[in-house]
């Protein structure tokens, strides 16, 4: 039994966000069904995004719609409000919010009480002062975003078709991606993938006509599965033609032209940028302590340090990481540490308000997985390193059994049976961007005057 009705804010419906609420219900199945708690999520989409099959959903072999997952069917004894915290004042027990209705009563931000705060707004991406970057750069961490760029390329495929200027066809046929990590390494990968299998239906493309070029500030790339791993992937994606630059910087892009810091220059109509993550922004909105890198201290018990009645996990939390040999250790912020610590950081609520004694967050990191695309991978997992066919068939294995509800798996392995026995699809969608782009055109709306802004393409 708890000891007094308790409010529970979840800011936030990603990993964190959702698999705290799902624990929660779990755990206070009672004490929902009594009125005796009850539970928020305010989350700025109704949808938890299964990022790491973001790469796969650009390449066609999955639909987008089986990369998320609906926050209101699976919560079903939360209140998900669809919406964005603004600031949060913790000593006044209060978030301020806006809605999708907000705007339209005019009644200005909202402001909503609570009891219990968990802190889970996760990351938003790590940009750099780099001209031409806000004007003609593409992020890589939502499933908008993996659709809006396989639109992309198959549009540039379609623009080098269809060209007689040379330099028009070199530029829509160049492709850079700036960062070497998972986001930047298996988009790039699954993407040329796909672009080499659909230039078999042009007439006049071919796939070394294409340029891929990965930009890497660093020396190494993947750094998550060893050294020895990195350099296996540098020399596949070189093997597939792919330019690897390493110790490398993106200097600008402006006037579609992709300037690095060894000197080289490429006219490109494609410039993805995967170069990190930084909390959100969100957390400098409150009254709650964080690091020198602005992420919120916490315990291992997942309280938020010197804090009473408020939590955080994830992303936008640094946990201590008690397996570490090194003190001051912090847990790696990825996918991996936050679904096992939003499980315990639901427990561990639960034991707060039933005075119960708190749980440690304790998790030994056992290696990573990678795909590069249809039946190539590297994966270093528990000390042994894979790579080729084997790792590829456990990147799909791992992250089966971890996407949420049977519902999804299920659609998932369908679609990738259908995948093995059909041919891919090669479709761009771009006017799904703005679907009523040719009714307004047909009501009396003006044409676009310039071609690289017509509203029914995804450039």
Wanted: net charge neutral.
């Amino acid at each position: 039994m708890v000891k007094e009705r308790a409010r529970i804010l979840v800011v936030g419906g990603g990993y964190v966000g959702m698999y705290t609420a799902l624990r929660l219900q779990q755990k206070l199945k009672r004490e929902l069904r009594r009125g005796e708690a009850e539970i928020t999520v305010v989350t700025p989409d109704p949808y938890m995004t299964y990022q790491p099959f973001l790469p796969e959903a650009a390449a066609g072999a999955i639909s987008p719609r089986h990369v998320v997952v609906p926050l209101r069917r699976v919560l079903d004894q939360c209140h998900v409000v669809v919406g964005e915290v603004h600031s949060i004042d913790h000593a006044k027990r209060t978030a301020t919010l806006s809605t999708l209705a907000t705007e339209e009563e005019g009644a200005g931000p909202e402001h909503m009480t609570y009891d219990e705060l968990v802190l889970a707004p996760g990351s938003i991406s790590r940009t750099l002062p780099i001209p031409g970057l806000a004007d003609h750069g593409i992020g890589f961490k939502s499933v908008e975003e993996a659709i809006g760029l396989r639109n992309h390329v198959i549009e540039q495929m379609d623009i080098a078709s269809s060209t007689r200027d040379p330099a028009i066809r070199d530029a829509a046929l160049t492709f850079v991606f700036v960062g070497g990590g998972f986001a930047g390494v298996e988009a790039l990968g699954e993407l040329e993938d796909m672009a080499r299998y659909a230039a078999r239906y042009y007439h006049n493309v071919r796939p070394e006509d294409m340029k891929w070029i990965l930009v890497e500030a660093s020396d190494r790339i993947l750094p998550e599965v060893g050294e020895e791993m990195g350099r296996y992937t540098v020399t596949e994606l070189r093997r597939r033609n792919i330019d690897v630059r390493l110790h490398t910087r993106l200097e600008s892009c402006a006037d579609r032209v992709a300037v690095l810091s060894d000197g080289a220059r490429f006219p490109t109509r494609t410039v993805v940028w995967t170069a990190g993550v930084k909390p959100s922004p969100l957390l400098a909105a409150t009254d709650l302590p964080r690091t020198e890198r602005g992420r919120l201290k916490c315990t291992p018990q997942l309280t938020i340090d010197g804090v009473p009645h408020a939590w955080a996990a994830g992303d936008a939390a640094a946990v201590p990481d008690v397996t570490a040999a090194e003190p001051g250790t912090e847990t790696a912020p990825n996918a991996q540490h936050a679904v096992r610590q939003a499980k315990l950081l639901g427990d561990n609520i639960a034991h707060s308000l039933r005075g119960e004694p708190l749980e440690t967050y304790s998790h030994k990191y056992v290696g990573s997985v990678a795909s590069l695309g249809l039946h190539k991978g590297v994966a270093h997992v528990y000390g042994r390193k894979l790579k080729g066919y084997p790792a590829w068939f456990m990147h799909r294995v791992y992250h089966l059994s971890r996407v949420p509800t049977f519902n999804r798996k299920a659609r998932v392995l369908a679609e990738w049976t259908l995948s093995g026995l059909f041919k891919r699809e090669i479709v761009s969608l771009g006017s799904l961007e703005h679907p009523r782009a040719e009714f307004e055109l047909a009501a009396g709306g003006k044409p676009p005057t310039d071609p690289m802004n017509d509203p029914k393409g995804s450039s």
